[in-house]
C-alpha cells in the first residue's frame, strides 16, 4: 500500500498564531520518521523539504503485523494553551491519516488524535478543535 500526503504549514490557532515554515526556515529538518519496524513490520517511508511543504511518503506493508508509517516532529514545550484550533493545508492519497498531538512521550498514554482522508490530488484545508 503506498502512502503519500504534502503538509503545508499547520496555521491559525485561533486569535492568535503559531505557524510551521517548511519552506524558507525548514521547519522539518528535525522531523523523524517512525515506522512499524521499531516493532518488526516491513513499512518504509521518508521525507523531503519542498519548496515550501514537507514531503511524506512510502509503503505501508501488513507483513509481519506491521501496519503504519508515521512522521513527527520533535518533542518540545510549547505554551499552546491561548489557542483552540489547529488549521492544516494538505493533499495526498484517498488514505487515512491521523494527525495527533500529545504531552507525553510514551506512545500508551492519552493524546489527541483526529483522522482524516484526502480526497483527490487537490490541496485541502481542515480545522480541527
Known sequence: MKILIWI?????FMM??????FGTNNDGNDWRIVNDDVMGGRSQS???LRENSLYFSGNVSLENNGGFASIRSPYDTYDLSEFE?????FRGTNRKFALSMD??????????KHEFTPEGENWQEITVP
Open 85 to 89: 484550533t489547529v488549521t492544516i493545508r
Open 103 to 112: 504531552i507525553h512521550r510514551a506512545w500508551y498514554l492519552p493524546n489527541y
Open 8 to 12: 503545508m504549514i499547520p496555521i491559525s
Open 46 to 48: 521518508k521525507k523531503d
Open 16 to 21: 492568535s498564531e503559531y505557524s510551521l515554515d
